[in-house]
Structure formats: C-alpha cells, structure tokens
C-alpha cells in the first residue's frame, strides 16, 4: 500500500510563498500521476495540478497556472508545491494524492490520499 505525508502548511500573507511536500512510502510505481487537491471549507474539492512521477511533465488549475509550480524529488519519493503570489482565496486544506489514470481533474480518479495540510492567507 501507499502512505501519503503533507507538510509545510502554515498561516502565510497575502503576496507571500509556501512550499509544500508530500512524501510517498509503501509501495513503488514506474509511471504514475500525483496530483494536489484543495478544499475549502463549504466548497467542493478543486484540482489543483499534477505531475507524471517518471517523465515530470506537469498540469495546472487555471486559478494556479503562473503561481504555483508542481515538482519532483524521484530519489526521496517526494513531491512539491511551490506556492507564490498566494492570495486569500488560496486557502484551504491541501492534500495529494496518487492516480494511474488519465483523467486527473476528478478526484474519484485517485487511488491514495493523505491527511493534508492546512494553508491560511491573510489579507
């Protein structure tokens, strides 16, 4: 099995940066697709991005495209999320997830979640 571990959320101005990881344990996977979903609270779990574990090639919300940038340490098993110019309507509860599909905006998709991280912007 999988175990997914979020860290690096915290309270954060707006204009400010955060960068998030998610540490990947269990078991091993050739091609694959991380993802990173958010939820805030009273609103529906929003795609946030991806990216393909073996080629790095990355995906974006719309929302995030030229703020956030999705990355990877294949070595570490860990993925990051690189957060800038975060703005107020950029909080809520970030959590990654693993997917061997293609279809990655739905999380329904996803196989393995992890418990999340909390990110706070303040105006």
């Known amino acids: 099995q999988v175990q997914l571990v979020e860290s690096g959320g915290g309270l954060v101005q707006a204009g400010g940066s955060l960068r998030l990881s998610c540490a990947a344990s269990?078991?091993?996977?050739?091609?694959?697709?991380m993802g990173w979903f958010r939820q805030a609270p009273g609103k529906e779990r929003e795609f946030v991005g991806a990216?393909?574990?073996?080629?790095?090639?990355?995906y974006y919300a719309d929302s995030v495209k030229g703020r956030f940038t999705i990355s990877s340490d294949n070595a570490k098993n860990t993925v990051f999320l690189q957060m800038n110019s975060l703005k107020p309507e950029d909080t809520a509860i970030y959590s990654c997830?693993?997917?061997?599909?293609?279809?990655?905006?739905?999380?329904?998709?996803?196989?393995?979640w992890g418990q999340g991280t909390q990110v706070t912007v303040s105006s």
């Open positions: 990216i393909n574990w073996s080629f790095g090639y990355t």
């Open positions: 269990g078991r091993t996977f050739s091609s694959y697709h």
């Open positions: 997830a693993t997917t061997f599909g293609a279809i990655l905006r739905n999380p329904t998709n996803y196989d393995y």
